[in-house]
T-cell receptor, first 114, second 113 residues
Framework: NAGVMQNPRHLVRRRGQEARLRCSPM?????VYWYRQLPEEGLKFMVY????????ESGMPKERFSAEFPKEGPSILRIQQVVRGDSAAYFC????????????FGSGTQLSVL | QKEVEQNSGPLSVPEGAIASLNCTYS??????FFWYRQYSGKSPELIMF????GDKEDGRFTAQLNKASQYVSLLIRDSQPSDSATYLC?????????????FGAGTQVVVTP
C-alpha cells in the first residue's frame, strides 16, 4: 500500500513564475492537508480538503495561493507569481475518514525560488 | 494566537537512557495531542497520540498529558541511535478542524553510543 505521494520532490522556480505541487493521498484516504515548513520553524497548517471541497483554508495566504482536490486525480497546491519568501518545504498529509486525526505525511516538495 | 512551545535542543541522551521531551500549549480547550518524529530531510511520522489526562504507553514510548497544566510530554526509554531525530509536538485545538494542528518547532534528540 503506497504512502502519500508528492511530486516533484524538488522544484526550482524564478520569481514571478508559477509553482504546482501535487499530492496523491494514501489509498482509501479522502482527506488531504497541506502544511508548509520554513527553515528552523515548525509545520504551519495551510488548507484541509476533501474531494471537490475546501473544508478549512484558514492557513492559506490570501493572495497567490490556491488548492484543489478534484474528483479524479491528485490534490494540487498552486502558487502564482512566486517570491523568495515562498521557498520552503511543502508537505501534504492524508487521513482516512474513520481516523481523521491520524495524519500520514508525504515526503514533501522542497520549493526553491531564485 | 495559539502557540505550542518546545525546547529546541539538541537534547543529548546516552544510548540506553531515557529521553524526556516537553511541550506546552496555550489553547486551554485543546483536545488531541500528537507526537511526530522527523528525520532530517524526511517527512514527519506519527509515533503517539493522546487524548486523556495521564499516561499512554506504546512500546518504548510513553506520552503524558496534563490538561490543567497545559503540558504534554514524551518519554523514550532505552534510547537507541536510531531515535536520533527531531520530535514534533502537535495540538488540535478545541475549535480546529480535524487535521489542523498547531505544531511546535521541534526538539532535536541526539542519542550517543
Amino acid at each position: 500500500n503506497a504512502g502519500v505521494m508528492q511530486n516533484p520532490r524538488h522544484l526550482v522556480r524564478r520569481r514571478g513564475q508559477e509553482a504546482r505541487l501535487r499530492c496523491s493521498p494514501m489509498k482509501g484516504h479522502s482527506h488531504v492537508y497541506w502544511y508548509r515548513q520554513l527553515p528552523e520553524e515548525g509545520l504551519k497548517f495551510m488548507v484541509y480538503l476533501q474531494k471537490e471541497n475546501i473544508i478549512d483554508e484558514s492557513g492559506m495566504p490570501k493572495e497567490r495561493f490556491s488548492a484543489e482536490f478534484p474528483k479524479e486525480g491528485p490534490s494540487i497546491l498552486r502558487i502564482q507569481q512566486v517570491v523568495r519568501g515562498d521557498s520552503a518545504a511543502y508537505f501534504c498529509a492524508s487521513s482516512h475518514p474513520t481516523g481523521v486525526e491520524k495524519l500520514f505525511f508525504g515526503s514533501g516538495t522542497q520549493l526553491s525560488v531564485l | 494566537q495559539k502557540e505550542v512551545e518546545q525546547n529546541s535542543g539538541p537534547l543529548s541522551v546516552p544510548e540506553g537512557a531515557i529521553a524526556s521531551l516537553n511541550c506546552t500549549y496555550s489553547d486551554r480547550g485543546s483536545q488531541s495531542f500528537f507526537w511526530y518524529r522527523q528525520y532530517s530531510g524526511k517527512s514527519p511520522e506519527l509515533i503517539m497520540f493522546i487524548y486523556s489526562n495521564g499516561d499512554k504507553e506504546d512500546g518504548r514510548f510513553t506520552a503524558q498529558l496534563n490538561k490543567a497544566s497545559q503540558y504534554v510530554s514524551l518519554l523514550i526509554r532505552d534510547s537507541q541511535p536510531s531515535d536520533s531525530a527531531t520530535y514534533l509536538c502537535a495540538v488540535n485545538g478545541e475549535t480546529d478542524s480535524w487535521g489542523k494542528f498547531q505544531f511546535g518547532a521541534g526538539t532535536q534528540v541526539v542519542v550517543t553510543p
